[in-house]
């Protein structure tokens, strides 16, 4: 177990650590922890899940980024689409559009809906987004060293501002799933509101996997909407640049480009370029005031940048970075993790 201080950890332990925690979020956050198994088979595996996409649709309380996480790991997920349940069916959404009951922008496969309505039914019993989570978790992680713990207990959403000529002062708000999935990210972004943000709280298990890992890695994920929103919850932040373990950053922009999602449309809302080396500096080095990260990997692509990152106080290095198969991603995680020790 690490104490929480910024003091280097031993290069053997940190090459194969006893206890892994994980930021993460969406398709390639699912990805990126199967990669993060694949590399640590014997470690304990705590991963810390966005909530802020979570949305109420027809009554039910969705948590899209927690329930990828959970299929992908359970060997449930449609493997073609990366999210939403194998084998799915669609009579619910027939049904609904036959009676013309919106939203119908977002699909709810028949098998999702059962895990949409155990939640809600849980909820309204007053159990908490990390009780919850752990029942669900239960039916589909047959692995005792693996954990998927939800950011904060709290109830967080993700807004877009975007343009809206139509609007009154020619803006909106819209939530994240109709931006993403309605509106497809394509109205110009003119800023990112991550609402119950402000009053959300760590909870005790998230705390405790961070201070006591032996290291610990920010996921490929939108840095925006998946990242940022579990860094900006109280309590995360102090305890990544207070803990023992090396924290380790993996570029989700390959070549200027995100592999998937929309990033390219919300990093500049922020004021921050979409490039791998901006969104490494946009972390910021440990050494430095705010900064969460000991080193950060960048693609191949994106191996000119290795300098100029480095320069900004922050170890860089570049490798092949496409999770075309655990294998793969483990390949990667393992060659950043020797870097960073």
Known sequence: MSSPSNAPADPAHSADPARVAVLAGGVGGSRFVRGVRAAFP??????????????????????????????????????????????????????????????????????????????????????????????????????????????????????????????????????????????????????????????????DAVTEALTTADLVLVGPSNPVVSIGPILGVAGVRPALRATGARVLGFAGILGGAPVLGMAHRLLPAIGVEVSAAAVGLHYGPRSRPGGILDAWVMDTTDAESVDAVTRGGLPALAVPLLMSSPADTAAFIRAGVEFAA
Not at 66 to 83: E, F, N, Q, R, V
Not at 157 to 169: F, K
Not at 174 to 190: C, K, M, S, T, Y
């Open 42 to 203: 014997e470690a304990q595996i705590d991963v810390i899940v966005n909530t802020a996409d979570d949305v109420t649709l027809h009554g039910l309380r969705i948590c899209p980024d927690i329930d990828t996480m959970l299929y992908a790991l359970g060997d449930g997920i449609d493997s073609g689409k990366g999210w939403g349940r194998a084998d799915e069916t669609w009579s619910i959404m027939a049904e609904l559009k036959t009676y013309g009951v919106e939203p119908t922008w977002f699909a709810l496969g028949d098998r999702d809906v059962a895990t949409h309505l155990v939640r809600t039914q849980l909820l309204a019993a007053g159990a908490t987004a990390t009780e919850i989570t752990a029942a669900l978790a239960s039916r589909w992680i047959d692995d005792p060293l693996l954990r998927v713990l939800p950011m904060t207990d709290d109830r967080v959403e993700t807004h877009v501002v975007i343009a809206d000529p139509q609007a009154t002062a020619g803006k909106r708000a819209v939530h994240f799933q109709e931006f993403w999935v309605r509106l497809h990210a394509e109205p110009p972004v003119l800023d990112v509101v991550q609402v119950g943000l402000d009053s959300a709280r760590a909870t």
